[in-house]
């Protein structure tokens, strides 16, 4: 890991300097475990108790935050810069080395960039097109007719069905399973249109054990730039826009529609065929059963405008009280009990 100044660090991620420039860092680390020679950050007010006995050399905080800690790098969103100060610090992925395993099982048809690394165990499949610089790790399945692009990671345990299409420097996890019949590949000859029952654009990154179904009459889609959590299920011919941030054990169902830049919180659920707008943002826990425009917030079940479900939440937890209010009216006025004597 390198070591930097801190002047230079604050000048590499734009914080404000207050203190000296000259402490080295050489590393990163939370609040309560940092030492000497490390930077931390703290963004949120539940650890700023924990600043006066940190044994970090500087930390990163919001810009208003008053405390006699030093040095210290202010910033705007100190959990981003700290994620910059993270990709100076922490060891680059390291590719393995171009080639095959012996152990690699690969069908003569398939077609593989002699820049790319196929891990112990793989099986590549009839057709298969992998990309410069793509990297599968052991244990992985490639099915018929998959194009990987250039630059992506697979990660061990992979297996991507037949006729996937994913654009370059994708990142799939472990366990995760693109599922694609067989029966369903179109590839007669090189020449000949190429039909992709799933398509992963660019800069997308899936995490582990995520499922995600294929087409049929039109190719399950999944968008530039969008970044799926662990445990998400994808159902046939859903269309995910660019650059959305699907959480934790979201199922989105068969032939939704999901514009761009979309935040799913975790556990999320949308009912088949549904449409969510462009830049909308649903709340953890949400059923979708109806269309959300562009820009909305929503939560709950199902799911209203966020302010509303908000309200109808603090209602219902009147509601005992409302009860025994309504009780006590009727023993006023002697109306009979409900209940059986």
């Known amino acids: 890991m390198p070591t930097l100044?801190?002047?230079?660090?604050?000048?590499?991620?734009?914080?404000?300097?207050?203190?000296?420039?000259?402490?080295?860092?050489?590393?990163?680390?939370?609040?309560?475990?940092?030492?000497?020679?490390?930077?931390?950050?703290?963004?949120?007010?539940?650890?700023?108790?924990?600043?006066?006995?940190?044994?970090?050399?500087?930390?990163?905080?919001?810009?208003?935050?008053?405390?006699?800690?030093?040095?210290?790098?202010?910033?705007?969103?100190?959990?981003?810069?700290?994620?910059?100060?993270?990709?100076?610090?922490?060891?680059?992925r390291q590719r393995p080395e171009p080639g095959s395993h012996p152990t690699a099982m690969i069908h003569p048809t398939a077609r593989i960039d002699p820049t790319a690394s196929i891990g112990p165990f793989c099986c590549i499949e009839e057709g298969v097109h992998i990309g410069p610089e793509v990297t599968v790790m052991a244990g992985c399945q490639i099915g018929q007719g998959t194009f990987i692009g250039a630059g992506s990671w697979i990660y061990p345990n992979v297996v991507i069905g037949a006729a996937v299409r994913t654009g370059q420097d994708v990142i799939v996890h472990s366990g995760t399973v693109l599922i694609s019949p067989v029966c369903e590949v179109i590839a007669e000859n090189e020449n000949a249109g190429r039909k992709f029952l799933t398509e992963i654009g660019k800069d997308v990154e899936i995490g582990a054990s995520v499922t995600v179904e294929p087409g049929r009459n039109h190719p399950t889609r999944i968008g530039p730039g969008t970044k799926l959590d662990n445990l998400v299920r994808i159902g046939a011919e859903a269309r995910i826009g660019d650059d959305c941030i699907i959480v934790a054990q979201v199922s989105i169902g068969a032939g939704v529609t999901i514009g761009n830049n979309v935040t799913l919180a975790g556990q999320v659920c949308i009912e088949p065929h549904r449409r969510v707008g462009d830049e909308v943002m649903v709340g953890a826990k949400s059923l979708i059963s109806d269309e959300v425009e562009d820009r909305a917030v929503v939560s709950g079940i199902p799911a209203l405008r966020h302010d509303q479900d908000l309200r109808l939440k603090a209602h219902l937890r009147r509601l005992p009280k409302l009860f025994q209010r309504v009780e006590a009216l009727e023993r006023s006025l002697q109306y009979p009990s409900d209940e059986p004597s």
């Open 5 to 92: 100044r801190l002047g230079e660090l604050a000048e590499r991620i734009a914080c404000k300097l207050v203190g000296d420039p000259n402490v080295l860092i050489s590393g990163v680390n939370t609040i309560d475990a940092a030492g000497p020679g490390e930077l931390s950050f703290v963004h949120n007010e539940k650890y700023i108790s924990a600043i006066p006995n940190s044994r970090a050399s500087a930390i990163v905080v919001p810009m208003d935050l008053e405390t006699e800690f030093r040095p210290l790098l202010r910033s705007a969103d100190p959990y981003v810069t700290f994620g910059e100060a993270m990709r100076i610090f922490l060891p680059k």
